[in-house]
């Protein structure tokens, strides 16, 4: 009998790891037959049109998610710099005849956009054709949309024309009903991340630098859309400033669009442009299939220098979701890999971050320096780089921004909380302590810090800022005494922040690569990217993790990408309790 029970249970495991195996190597079948499947419509025909569609967000780094569904696809999205250098082979490529711009929303930041709109300008220099259309055309949108030969809207749609405005949302009405005391230490007067929980509105120093860097950015759209429309800025602020476009033929009539058309319509001009019949099927290729033609990013085949690309995206964290954040656990490992690696020449390293942990600010800001003693580092800024992003960026060789980066912010903050009076008079719940020292329990959430406890904390958010401070005069050769004048927390534009030297050229992620090439002294270079893509298994694997990037993406779906910023504040709220902070003073939300 003994025997029979050792068979069967031996035959019973064995099954069960058979059945695992199978349905494992099932699973990499399927999604290799998919991938079969997705690059058998790889073929892009003769008279096709590249088609940009602003609705969806572009992030900085190319992805491939594996969707494991039943299926088994795989969904590319292409980064900025991907879709830069797409647009740029699309020039010289004799399938692609236009470009055609789905202008109806632009998911995209003001630095993303203007890359973008760059990118667009630098094509039509081929005398490819570019249009643009939207039902209605948001002010993002148009931005880029302005960039085109003709723009079109629907004839009952038009175009959203009224000036930029940001908004905050103040959470200390809230707290006061809950009486939940916020307990906050900054330094810099301009570091206004806890404003949200302390005030009820905008301190004056925060509405100074607010004002000042959204008129930049203002400006910056004004002069770009002037040039490509001819209409002057003086006329496009006047426009604005009298709501003077309130419908679709108001923006025709003040040469904002060239036409008024339905989506047919628009389908008979870009067949009228490609030379085809009215029966003709129109090939009008996605950005994501015309990523599978690598060609656009091969390196040259004499390529003498190799370039690490080394992206950071995110809010800054010791440990977390690598897809949605900036781990300085994971990008020591990086950063240390691209040092290490003797056969690469220098870096790029590519910055949107608006900060976070100001521990882990500090631990990339390390690998950075040590890089810098064996390779040159440039830093290339998206539409944040601002606080801890600044920090990470600051020990550079060579600091490049574009002119509506978000940047500087160069500040400290620590928040915690006292709920006692939220627990006794809301909830009826009393707490009571026993402890082997006077501040054993420093930091509890169910009492306020007295005197002595809030002095340490102050003094303890001021070393960090000095710090901070150092390691930005280090950087920038400043002194220390300089570097305060200018940080205090404020934020700058990119266009100031090349003005009083805390960057070192206005340009793009291209202009920045361009640069490193040149301190090389080559043309002919591979570029290497970093953090490599995620392998099936691992993104497999995945799937049982707690997944904060999905959790976002179904909030976002489900309540709205400007609500969502909502949940991701409060949620971001419970992440920076106790732990000192070099972050932006909020999510900007500009409209």
Same mark, same amino acid.
């Given at each position: 009998m003994n025997?029979f029970?050792?068979v069967?249970f ?7 790891v ?6 494992f190597?099932m699973i990499?079948?399927?999604?290799? &037959?998919?991938?079969m499947a997705?690059n058998s419509d +790889?073929?892009?025909?003769a008279?096709s049109v590249l088609m940009?569609d602003?609705n969806?967000?572009?992030?900085e @780094?190319?992805k491939e998610?594996f969707n494991?569904?039943t299926? &088994? ?6 980064g ?12 010289t490529?004799?399938r692609?005849?236009g470009?055609?711009?789905k202008?109806?929303?632009?998911a995209n930041?003001?630095a993303t956009?203007r890359?973008?709109r760059?990118a667009i300008s630098?094509?039509?220099?081929s005398k490819?054709f570019?249009i643009a259309?939207?039902?209605?055309i ?5 931005y ?12 009952e749609g038009?175009l959203?024309?009224?000036?930029l405005?940001t908004?905050v949302?103040?959470? #200390?009405g ?5 009486e939940v ?7 810099g007067?301009y570091?206004s991340?806890t404003?949200?929980?302390r ?9 100074v ?5 959204l ?8 002069q770009?859309i002037?040039?490509?429309?001819k ?5 496009l602020?006047?426009?604005a400033d009298?709501?003077?476009? @309130? ?7 003040h +040469?904002?669009?060239?036409g008024l058309k ?5 389908q008979t001009?870009?067949r009228?442009?490609?030379?085809k ?10 950005v994501? #299939?015309?990523?599978?033609d ?9 390529a003498?220098k190799?370039?690490a690309?080394v992206?950071a995206?995110?809010?800054?964290m010791?440990t977390?979701d ?8 994971e990008?020591?490992?990086?950063l240390?890999k691209v040092r290490?690696?003797d056969?690469?020449?220098a870096?790029?390293f590519r ?17 950075v320096?040590l890089? #810098?003693?064996?390779k040159p ?9 601002a606080?801890?992003?600044y920090?990470?960026s ?6 490049f921004? *574009?002119?509506?980066t978000i940047?500087?912010s ?9 709920a ?9 719940i ?8 006077r501040?054993? *329990? ?7 810090m007295?005197?002595?406890?809030k002095?340490?904390f @102050? ?9 901070f +401070?150092?390691?930005?005069?280090q950087g920038?050769?400043k002194?220390?005494? =300089?570097?305060?004048?200018l940080?205090q ?5 990119g ?5 009083i ?10 202009d920045a690569?361009n ?8 043309? +002919?270079?591979e ?11 691992s993104?497999?694997?995945? =799937?049982f993790?707690?997944n904060?990037?999905?959790?976002t ?5 489900t309540f709205g ?11 971001s &709220?419970?992440q920076?309790m ?5 972050l ?5 939300d500009?409209?």
């Amino acid at each position: 009998m003994n025997n029979f029970f050792k068979v069967f249970f031996a035959s019973l495991l064995a099954l069960i790891v058979f059945s695992f195996i199978s349905f494992f190597v099932m699973i990499i079948m399927m999604a290799a &037959f998919s991938s079969m499947a997705t690059n058998s419509d +790889k073929k892009i025909s003769a008279n096709s049109v590249l088609m940009l569609d602003l609705n969806n967000p572009i992030a900085e @780094q190319s992805k491939e998610d594996f969707n494991f569904g039943t299926n &088994f696809s795989t969904t590319k999205t292409s980064g900025l710099y991907d879709v830069v250098r797409m647009i740029a082979h699309a020039k010289t490529d004799d399938r692609i005849k236009g470009i055609y711009i789905k202008a109806e929303n632009n998911a995209n930041g003001f630095a993303t956009s203007r890359e973008l709109r760059e990118a667009i300008s630098d094509f039509k220099s081929s005398k490819k054709f570019v249009i643009a259309y939207a039902p209605t055309i948001t002010q993002k949108a148009y931005y880029i949309a302005s960039a085109a030969d003709k723009i079109y809207t629907h004839p009952e749609g038009g175009l959203d024309w009224r000036g930029l405005s940001t908004q905050v949302m103040f959470f #200390k009405g809230t707290l006061d009903k809950l009486e939940v005391e916020p307990q906050i230490f900054f330094a810099g007067k301009y570091k206004s991340a806890t404003e949200p929980f302390r005030v009820t509105k905008m301190t004056e120093p925060n509405r100074v630098q607010t004002a000042a860097w959204l008129n930049d950015l203002y400006d910056v759209m004004l002069q770009d859309i002037a040039k490509t429309t001819k209409i002057d800025t003086a006329t496009l602020r006047s426009l604005a400033d009298n709501f003077s476009i @309130q419908t679709a033929e108001d923006a025709l009539k003040h +040469k904002m669009v060239h036409g008024l058309k339905y989506s047919d319509e628009i389908q008979t001009e870009l067949r009228r442009l490609l030379g085809k019949k009215e029966t003709d099927d129109l090939s009008l290729v996605s950005v994501e #299939k015309y990523s599978k033609d690598k060609s656009y990013k091969k390196a040259p085949a004499n390529a003498d220098k190799k370039i690490a690309l080394v992206y950071a995206e995110g809010q800054i964290m010791q440990t977390g979701d690598t897809k949605s954040m900036i781990t300085s656990e994971e990008y020591i490992k990086q950063l240390r890999k691209v040092r290490l690696d003797d056969k690469i020449d220098a870096v790029v390293f590519r910055v949107n971050s608006p900060g976070g942990s100001a521990l882990a600010s500090d631990e990339i800001w390390r690998e950075v320096e040590l890089i #810098k003693k064996k390779k040159p580092v440039v830093v290339s800024m998206g539409d944040v780089a601002a606080s801890g992003g600044y920090y990470i960026s600051c020990g550079a060789n060579r600091i490049f921004a *574009d002119p509506n980066t978000i940047t500087g912010s160069i500040g400290v903050f620590a928040m915690t909380g006292n709920a006692e009076n939220f627990f006794k008079n809301k909830l009826g719940i009393t707490f009571d302590t026993v402890k082997t020292s006077r501040y054993a *329990d420093f930091g509890n959430f169910t009492r306020a810090m007295n005197d002595t406890e809030k002095r340490y904390f @102050q003094s303890f958010v001021d070393t960090i800022y000095h710090t901070f +401070k150092s390691r930005v005069a280090q950087g920038r050769s400043k002194s220390i005494d =300089m570097v305060d004048s200018l940080a205090q927390g404020r934020v700058w534009s990119g266009l100031d922040a090349k003005s009083i030297g805390l960057v070192d050229e206005v340009g793009s992620l291209k202009d920045a690569i361009n640069y490193t090439a040149e301190l090389l002294k080559t043309s +002919k270079y591979e570029l290497k990217e970093y953090p490599k893509e995620k392998s099936f298994l691992s993104q497999f694997a995945s =799937m049982f993790e707690d997944n904060d990037d999905l959790q976002t993406r179904w909030i976002s779906k489900t309540f709205g990408a400007e609500n969502a910023a909502i949940f991701k504040n409060i949620y971001s &709220f419970r992440q920076m309790m106790h732990s000192p902070q070099a972050l932006m003073p909020y999510t900007f939300d500009i409209r």
